[in-house]
T-cell receptor, first 112, second 114 residues
Framework: QKEVEQDPGPLSVPEGAIVSLNCTYSNSAFQYFMWYRQYSRKGPELLMY????GNKEDGRFTAQVDKSSKYISLFIRDSQPSDSATYLCAMIRGFGNEKLTFGTGTRLTIIP | DTEVTQTPKHLVMGMTNKKSLKCEQH?????MYWYKQKAKKPPELMFVYSYEKLSINESVPSRFSPECPNSSLLNLHLHALQPEDSALYLC?????????????FGSGTRLTVV
């Protein structure tokens, strides 16, 4: 079993829809959770970073963490064609452990 | 400056060549990383430098040799690579070792070995 599971998609939704992206993890030692957006042939871009369980909002993006269920989500409201990219969840144990563990990534296409 | 800059953006090299990838950040981050990413796969960790010292080597073949000349620079020296080493090589940095505040990635060097 992989430490982090993420549905690879592809996921296609119409413009303006709410997008829900999800990851589950098996290692309860993970403390810090991130979402990265990666456009084709570019490096990953940090979108959201969270530590505690609950919701964190930044513009059209909301990150949700449920440590008891080992489940994290990223919601995108009012989706735009420019949101079309691969979204990677990532997590780290922290406390000096430097290894970031990624999900496999979900390829998202927003249809105009 | 909130960027990680990687050069070159593209590199084609033969299996007998020696080349170097360069990475630079001026955010005062004390940890820097090299990742390798194959198509449609997540990035895979290669090396971690923390306070300019190599702290993690993920069993990477010796044909890849990292170097951290100072806290702002990270190099990856390449020698006698194989075609299967063709990939996007990503440099990243974080505020502190452990990356608890998130990693900043560069745009990568797309390497093709012929």
């Amino acid at each position: 079993q992989k430490e982090v599971e993420q549905d690879p998609g592809p996921l296609s939704v119409p413009e303006g829809a709410i997008v829900s992206l999800n990851c589950t993890y098996s290692n309860s030692a993970f403390q810090y959770f991130m979402w990265y957006r990666q456009y084709s042939r570019k490096g990953p871009e940090l979108l959201m970073y969270t530590y505690s369980s609950g919701n964190k909002e930044d513009g059209r993006f909301t990150a949700q963490v449920d440590k008891s269920s080992k489940y994290i989500s990223l919601f995108i409201r009012d989706s735009q064609p420019s949101d079309s990219a691969t979204y990677l969840c990532a997590m780290i144990r922290g406390f000096g452990n430097e290894k970031l563990t990624f999900g496999t990534g979900t390829r998202l296409t927003i249809i105009p | 400056d909130t960027e990680v800059t990687q050069t070159p953006k593209h590199l084609v090299m033969g299996m007998t060549n020696k080349k170097s990838l360069k990475c630079e950040q001026h955010m005062g981050h004390r940890a820097m990383y090299w990742y390798k990413q194959k198509a449609k796969k997540p990035p895979e960790l290669m090396f971690v430098y923390s306070y300019e010292k190599l702290s993690i080597n993920e069993s990477v073949p010796s044909r890849f040799s990292p170097e951290c000349p100072n806290s702002s620079l990270l190099n990856l020296h390449l020698h006698a690579l194989q075609p299967e080493d063709s990939a996007l090589y990503l440099c990243a940095s974080s505020q502190e070792a452990g990356g608890s505040y998130g990693y900043t990635f560069g745009s990568g060097t797309r390497l093709t070995v012929v």
